[in-house]
C-alpha cells in the first residue's frame, strides 16, 4: 500500500463548478498535513496546512479526518486558473527515536477547469 | 524572505557524463534540505535530505550522491548518468519548527 495515495484524475469542471479532492495515508501516527499546487512542468508550491479542526482559505476549505485517515482539499467556484495537478502531503513520524521526520508527496491529482 | 534558487533550469547530458546540481538558500539558518525527483507523469521521489553541514541520508539507493559544504548550499551530483537519471530535479527547505517545504524552481535534466 503506497504511504499517501490520492485519485490521479483528470477531474474536468466547467468554471464554477465545485470540486473536491481526497487523498488517504497509511501512516497514523502523522501529524501534519498538507496540499500543495503544481502547474505543469513547475516547482509545487505549498497551498494551504490541513489542520485538525478544518480550515479555509478564500474558496479553498480542507478538512482532516483522523479516524479515517483521509484528507480531503474542496475548491468552490473553480476558475480556469485552478487548473493544475494538487499534490497531498503526510509527514512520516520516524520508527525510531531521533529519526527524521520527513515529508511523503502523493502523485496528484489532475484539475482541468474548463470555460 | 527566504529564498531558494536552483540551477540550471533545463540541461541535456549525455550517458556517463558527470553531473552537478547546485541549490541555495538565502534569507535563513540552519535549514533543513531536500532533493527530490519527479519523473514524467509520476509523483515526487525524496532522494537525499540533510539537517546539518556535512549530514546527509540517502533514501534510495542510486548513481548519485548530495554533499552540503555550506549550511544553505545543497548539491546533488554523480560521477557518471544513466538514462534512467532523467527527470525534474527539485530542492527543497523546511524550517526546524515547521514541516512544510518550499521548493526551487527545478532542473528539467534529459540524459541522452
Known amino acids: 500500500r503506497k504511504e499517501v495515495e490520492q485519485d490521479p484524475g483528470p477531474f474536468n469542471v466547467p468554471e464554477g463548478a465545485t470540486v473536491a479532492f481526497n487523498c488517504t495515508y497509511s501512516?497514523?501516527?502523522?501529524?501534519?498535513f498538507f496540499w500543495y499546487r503544481q502547474d505543469c512542468r513547475k516547482e509545487p508550491k505549498l497551498l494551504m496546512s490541513?489542520?485538525?479542526s478544518g480550515n479555509e482559505d478564500g474558496r479553498f476549505t480542507a478538512q482532516l479526518n483522523r479516524a479515517s485517515q483521509y484528507i480531503s482539499l474542496l475548491i468552490r467556484d473553480s476558475k480556469l486558473s485552478d487548473s493544475a495537478t494538487y499534490l497531498c502531503?503526510?509527514?512520516?513520524?520516524?520508527?525510531?527515536?531521533?529519526?527524521?521526520?520527513?515529508?511523503?508527496f502523493g502523485a496528484g491529482t489532475r484539475l482541468a477547469v474548463h470555460p | 524572505s527566504q529564498t531558494i534558487h536552483q540551477w540550471p533550469a533545463t540541461l541535456v547530458q549525455p550517458v556517463g557524463s558527470p553531473l552537478s546540481l547546485e541549490c541555495t538558500v538565502e534569507?535563513?539558518?540552519?535549514?533543513?534540505l531536500y532533493w527530490y525527483r519527479q519523473a514524467a507523469g509520476r509523483g515526487l521521489q525524496l532522494l537525499f535530505y540533510?539537517?546539518?553541514?556535512?549530514?546527509i541520508s540517502s533514501e534510495v539507493p542510486q548513481n548519485l550522491s548530495a554533499s552540503r559544504p555550506q549550511d544553505r548550499q545543497f548539491i546533488l551530483s554523480s560521477k557518471k548518468l544513466l538514462l534512467s537519471d532523467s527527470g525534474f530535479y527539485l530542492c527543497?527547505?523546511?524550517?526546524?519548527?515547521?514541516?512544510?517545504?518550499?521548493f526551487g524552481q527545478g532542473t528539467r535534466l534529459t540524459v541522452v
Open positions: 534569507g535563513t539558518s540552519n535549514p533543513n
Open positions: 501512516n497514523s501516527a502523522s501529524q501534519s
Open positions: 490541513v489542520y485538525s
Open positions: 527543497a527547505w523546511s524550517s526546524m519548527l515547521h514541516d512544510e517545504a518550499f
Open positions: 540533510s539537517v546539518g553541514i556535512g549530514q
Open positions: 502531503v503526510v509527514n512520516k513520524v520516524p520508527v525510531i527515536s531521533g529519526g527524521y521526520n520527513k515529508l511523503i
